[in-house]
């Protein structure tokens, strides 16, 4: 098992670093330094309206998302970053395309930043399919520091995965 595998696109010292927070066992230790408490938007309506606010304050234009929820059926495994979901379905004779916009139940009890962040994420992919450039320029314009918090993401998942919450 590749407990580096959340990462293993950042360059190699950053790898290192949080390699030797595990071999320490002191990687919740830093992620609690950063972020000493957990969200409290902990339903669906909640997130809902949380979702709801940023759309309406960057991405006004952009058609109204049919679904938002919470869905523990994401799992790490399958990639809890990034699970945008386009339905195609068959109602009566058309074929109706929706935008879901579901978030991973792992991120009910994270750290506000990082639901920020994993919202910001699946909003642009209404706009952006593809993780390509003009993708993570509408990321940055939603929140400035999105690069940061998308690393911070990826440990925390490191570490929920392989050591626990930190909560
Ligand atoms: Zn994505």
Avoid: W
């Avoid at 949080?18 to 408490?37: A, C, G, N, V, W």
């Avoid at 006004?60 to 994401?74: E, F, P, R, T, V």
């Avoid at 990639?79 to 935008?99: D, P, T, W």
Wanted: overall charge positive; hydrophobic content about 35%.
């Amino acid at each position: 098992m590749n407990r580096l595998k959340y990462i293993s696109a950042y360059p190699d010292h950053l790898q290192q670093q949080i390699k030797t927070l595990m071999d320490k066992d002191q990687l919740s230790h830093y992620l609690l330094k950063r972020f000493p408490e957990p969200h409290k938007i902990n339903n669906d309506k909640a997130l809902r309206d949380y979702v709801n606010q940023i759309k309406k304050t960057y991405m006004k234009k952009s058609g109204a998302l049919s679904k938002i929820q919470y869905d523990n059926k994401i799992h790490l495994v399958n990639n809890a970053l990034g699970m945008h979901s386009y339905v195609s379905r068959v109602q009566g004779n058309k074929l109706k395309s929706k935008n879901e916009l579901r978030i991973s139940t792992l991120f009910k009890t994270a750290p506000l930043e990082l639901l920020n962040m994993i919202c910001v994420h699946e909003l642009a992919h209404i706009k952006e399919k593809e993780h390509n450039k003009a993708f993570y320029q509408l990321c940055q314009y939603m929140l400035s520091n999105y690069h940061q918090l998308e690393f911070d993401a990826r440990v925390y998942l490191t570490q929920v995965e392989f050591l626990g919450d930190i909560y």
